[in-house]
């Protein structure tokens, strides 16, 4: 394994990760979903939403229409980001918090598996040993189109219902039926911020799957114009900037995710402010800034259940060649006492690696077969699978 770590891996994995630990850190007892422990940014970026004025129906935008692609756009062809990377970012919908966890290794079918469970607490219920069941393709009951609107009724209501049914689907493991709602919602009404937020999460999420950022349905250039059009809409959405700086990333524009980022760690009224930082430093290592960056990843691992923090500090002192530092950072990473921490497969696969440079040869065999044992199909998976035969 080498030394530097490729940067343009562990960012999809992680994006999610953070989204549940946001809504972990922050959940109150007795509240919130399964779907918002997901995409916490979203979920708790549709609570601080401002309430939206009429808006004259600009244009119509065609919404997608059932069996199309998920991913397709009707506007202009999409510059595709077709790398293999993931990278941290956390995305909005829903007014509940929750106190969500994720599995072992985040992927759609593992997402979708989360939105079926129910419980405030669903890790319990939902993630041991992913012990859920998943159903693709069957009626989403409660999620049935609300038949026809009233001529009388506003743009804006036929807006908010669009969004509604968008969410039962989501939240029912249905998320293309749920696009077709979501963009309804965005025709009806086009500054409706909650909206647009919600459609640049499902985006995101169509690119955690296996295949992450190579899967056909994976349209970052559609996230970042809805994340944009929210914040066009509603300029103090802070979720929406922590969530643009993230696809900026993935999108490999370090330095204009920098510049969205920076100001938002400064931001008294952004409450996850370790969020911010732990993008604007994952940002900065990836552009090189390797110093800063490691500084700003301090920052946020200021609240120590951030794994996701301490797995990105540990790439960073990787990268700088500092490998007992590394190491460490990694163990805090993987040492985080929830489900999605220990299950950070990234975390595993890069100590392993770190630890393999060390000459802790035994070590370095056991994170690699702990990696493999989390998800073998993937690419941190299959990376762990392949070194193996490698160590002495």
Request: glycine letters at 8%; hydrophobic letters at 40%; charged letters at 25%.
């Amino acid at each position: 394994m080498s030394e530097r770590p490729d940067p343009s891996r562990s960012t999809v994995t992680s994006m999610f990760v953070s989204f549940v630990l946001r809504e972990r850190l922050a959940a109150r007892p007795g509240e919130g979903t399964a779907a918002s422990a997901v995409f916490p940014g979203v979920f708790a970026g549709m609570a601080t939403a401002r309430e939206y004025p009429a808006a004259a129906p600009v244009g119509p935008t065609p919404p997608v229409r059932r069996g199309e692609s998920a991913g397709k756009s009707t506007g202009a062809a999409h510059p595709l980001t077709r790398t293999p990377t993931q990278v941290g970012a956390e995305s909005p919908v829903d007014g509940t918090v929750a106190r969500g966890v994720l599995p072992k290794r985040l992927n759609g079918v593992a997402l979708l598996r989360l939105f079926r469970a129910s419980s405030y607490f669903f890790p319990q219920v939902c993630l041991a040993a992913l012990g859920c069941t998943l159903v693709l393709g069957v009626e989403c009951a409660g999620c049935e189109d609300r038949g026809p609107v009233a001529p009388n009724i506003s743009p804006e209501r036929r807006s908010e219902s669009e969004y509604d049914v968008a969410r039962d689907y989501f939240f029912k493991a249905q998320p293309r039926q749920a696009l077709d709602h979501i963009h309804n919602a965005v025709r009806f009404n086009p500054e409706n911020s909650k909206a647009l937020y919600f459609a640049s999460a499902i985006q995101l999420f169509f690119c955690s799957g296996k295949l992450e950022l190579l899967d056909p349905d994976c349209r970052l250039a559609d996230a970042e114009d809805y994340v944009r059009r929210a914040l066009k809409s509603d300029p103090n959405f802070r979720e929406a900037k922590n969530t643009l700086g993230q696809v900026l990333i993935l999108e490999k524009r370090y330095g204009e995710a920098i510049d969205v980022l920076a100001p938002l760690t400064k931001d008294p009224s952004f409450e996850s402010s370790y969020l911010a930082w732990g993008n604007l430093g994952w940002a900065q290592t990836l552009s090189g800034q390797i110093d800063q960056g490691i500084e700003s990843l301090k920052n946020s691992i200021t609240e120590p259940r951030f794994c996701v923090g301490h797995y990105r500090l540990g790439v960073a002192y990787q990268m700088k060649g500092d490998l007992a530092s590394a190491e460490q950072a990694f163990t805090s990473a993987v040492s985080v006492d929830a489900p999605e921490c220990t299950g950070l497969q990234d975390a595993w696969a890069a100590r392993a690696a770190v630890r393999a440079r060390l000459g802790k040869t035994a070590d370095a065999r056991a994170d690699f077969e702990k990696c493999r044992n989390l998800a073998p199909d993937t690419l941190a998976g299959k990376g762990c699978i392949e070194a193996l035969p490698r160590l002495p």
